[in-house]
């Protein structure tokens, strides 16, 4: 789960910034005009209180939102359908920063959110979709691309279920040696496809939340929440009903992701996200505050956008066959310099690396990230 700190995502910004200069919005929240928009850019407009979207309605298929943050604070931008179901997302848009979102929206009704602050529910207004089109997965290297994903993000689920059931009963017999082994270890297979996990906005903070989700009225649960029973309070004996959630939770999200018709564009902006994540949370030591196992999570990051990428990539070398092989250096350049922490099984603890040692891996992953970040547009041409 996404929450940063403003020094991780001005780590970004430098990466991303387009120097978009959209005027900030003078309304609370949704659209200009109501003619349906096509396929072009849609500019977001997103201030501290407000979150101004170009257009209310769109036609069915691919849209681009452009977001520009003229706040004061870092900001989010999110595309959900009913029960919060998030259809696309951009995170860590810091101010002064545009970031585009390519996004595949069969006809229905939407919300738009900014997330001034990245807490809450944001700042909403209503998108309704019209129209037919044709499915990006009417392409038949797309349409296996997604496939060839989707047996993965199985893999990793049935991997999931394995290690978390053995992390918990690890937690419940109070053998908090063994829950700190299996702790990184479960979450690995959690890490490498949390992008598919977040889809589902209801469960992910309740399975990944960080002790910030009581600030949001949450209650704090999870695999976090057994992370800081085990290593700051160092006391198990009441954690059973905690693990005995994760479990369930980890279960139902299973079964959704597992069941989940994913768009190719999912693919392209979910291996982007993943390297956000390690840009903003693994690289800052935010992730596991109380472990500092977040090594473990930057390599699986790293192992899930690599899996995204893999999948497209006859797309991909179709298209651009000089961005596969700048992709192919900077993956296997970060690889190198996580390897260089290698200890034993896993990795160092965060704690045990120098500040130039992190800025070594945070340069790497800027490096990959700025050729990922343009594979979605790619997949939707």
């Known amino acids: ?95 002064g920063l545009t970031r585009d979102l390519v996004i595949e929206l069969p006809a229905g009704t939407y919300e738009t959110a900014c997330k001034p602050g990245m807490i809450g529910k944001g700042i909403r207004g209503p998108l309704k979709v019209t129209g037919e089109h044709k499915p990006l997965t009417d392409d038949a290297q797309l349409a296996e691309a997604t496939a060839s994903y989707q047996r993965y993000v199985k893999s990793q689920t049935d991997a999931l279920l394995v290690k978390t059931q053995e992390f918990v009963d690890a937690v419940k017999a109070g ?83 597992n069941a989940e018709k994913l768009s190719p564009l999912q693919l392209g902006n979910g291996a982007k996200e993943l390297l956000d994540e390690v840009a903003t949370g693994k690289i800052t030591g935010e992730e596991d505050r109380y472990s500092h196992t977040d090594l473990w999570d930057f390599a699986a990051n790293l192992e899930g956008s690599q899996a995204a990428v893999q999948a497209l990539r006859p797309v991909l070398e179709a298209r651009d066959a000089a961005l596969v092989k700048t992709l192919d250096e900077k993956f296997a350049a970060a690889e190198t310099a996580l390897e260089a922490h290698r200890k034993g099984d896993g990795w160092k603890l965060h704690t045990e690396l120098s500040k130039d040692e992190l800025k070594v891996l945070s340069d790497t992953i800027n490096a990959l990230a700025e050729p990922v970040s343009k594979i979605a547009a790619l997949v939707a041409q």
């Open 1 to 95: 789960m996404r929450k940063t700190l403003l020094l991780g995502a001005l780590t970004l910004a430098t990466l991303t910034a387009c120097g978009g200069t959209d005027p900030a919005p003078t309304a609370a929240g949704g659209a200009s005009g109501s003619a349906p928009a096509g396929n072009g850019k849609v500019a977001v407009a997103a201030n501290d209180t407000a979150c101004q979207v170009g257009s209310a309605e769109l036609a069915a298929g691919t849209s681009t939102f452009s977001i520009t943050n003229a706040g004061s604070k870092v900001t989010e931008f999110y595309v959900y359908a009913p029960g919060d179901r998030v259809m696309g997302e951009v995170e860590n848009i810091v101010p």
């Open 175 to 257: 053998d908090q040696e063994k829950a700190k082994a299996l702790f990184p270890v479960a979450r690995t297979y959690w890490e490498r496809i949390e992008p598919v996990a977040e889809i589902f906005g209801d469960l992910d903070p309740k399975i990944d939340g960080r002790e910030e989700v009581i600030e949001e009225g949450m209650e704090f649960t999870g695999y976090h929440r057994l992370e800081k029973d085990l290593w700051q309070t160092k006391d198990v004996s009441g954690s059973g009903p905690i693990a005995d959630q994760l479990m369930s939770d980890v279960k139902l999200i299973v079964e959704k992701a």
